[in-house]
């Protein structure tokens, strides 16, 4: 390697590393127009695309990096993750598992649970995104992604029933709750949440009931002792 392409590389890698994509993208490229077979950039490019919001130009880059390193782990998760969000599930699971020479496996249940919670994870903080700009709908669909991959992941679950609350489908939220509650009794942010949910279906002793089970569990929680009393006028 010469020493303008190392320089990019370097150069290129460092932006990459801290976060700094716009930064690293015009080193990247720069080696890829020199020389086309560095996995690394490409997977690196893809990830820059992904996070740009360019899932297609992602899985364009990613599978390039598989193709000239058929066992790049790292590559084969970032490609899984995007596949995920183009709605590929078996594709996900597909490279993963050619990446860990798991041929024989079916189903994205299949994938480690690393890979599994990440890309959970990431479906969860696209929703947040839509939450925060007010695109409701959008969040309880990626919400619904991220519990498809992570059934078991009760915070987004209780992102997810919150999000329903906020758009008045409270029936669905209710049982998004409860389902939370089954599965993870001690979770209080749930509980809490189940509380408000109640109130706003307008059963209130059942609310008071689980910000009660909070307090008792946490007798300095501040949100629960004020709907407490809140609630306690309508006794």
Known sequence: MDGQLKHHLTVGRDYYQAGEFDKATPHLEAIL??????ADVHNMLGVIHYEAGRPSKARESLETALRINPTYTEAALNLAVVYNELGKY???KEVYAQAQGQRDTTGIDKLDSFVRGKIANMHAELGDAYVAVGL????????????????????????????????????????????????????LQGRIHFGV????????????????HVMREDPT???????????????
Do not use: Q
């Not at 109640?198 to 609310?207: K, P, Q, S, T, V």
């Not at 929680?221 to 006794?235: H, P």
């Open 221 to 235: 929680n501040r949100s629960c002792g004020v709907y407490l009393k809140m609630t306690a006028k309508t006794k």
């Open 33 to 38: 127009e020199a020389h086309d077979d560095f």
């Open 197 to 212: 949910t109640l109130w706003r279906a307008d059963r209130i002793e059942e609310a008071r009931a689980e910000w009660e």
């Open 136 to 187: 409701l709908d959008h969040a309880t669909k990626e919400y619904g992604k991220a519990l498809r991959v992570c059934p078991t992941f009760v915070d987004i679950r209780t992102k997810l029933g919150n999000t329903l609350r906020d758009l008045g489908r409270i029936d669905e939220a209710l049982d998004e709750f409860v389902a939370v509650r089954e599965s993870a009794p001690d979770f």
């Open 90 to 92: 078996d594709e996900a």
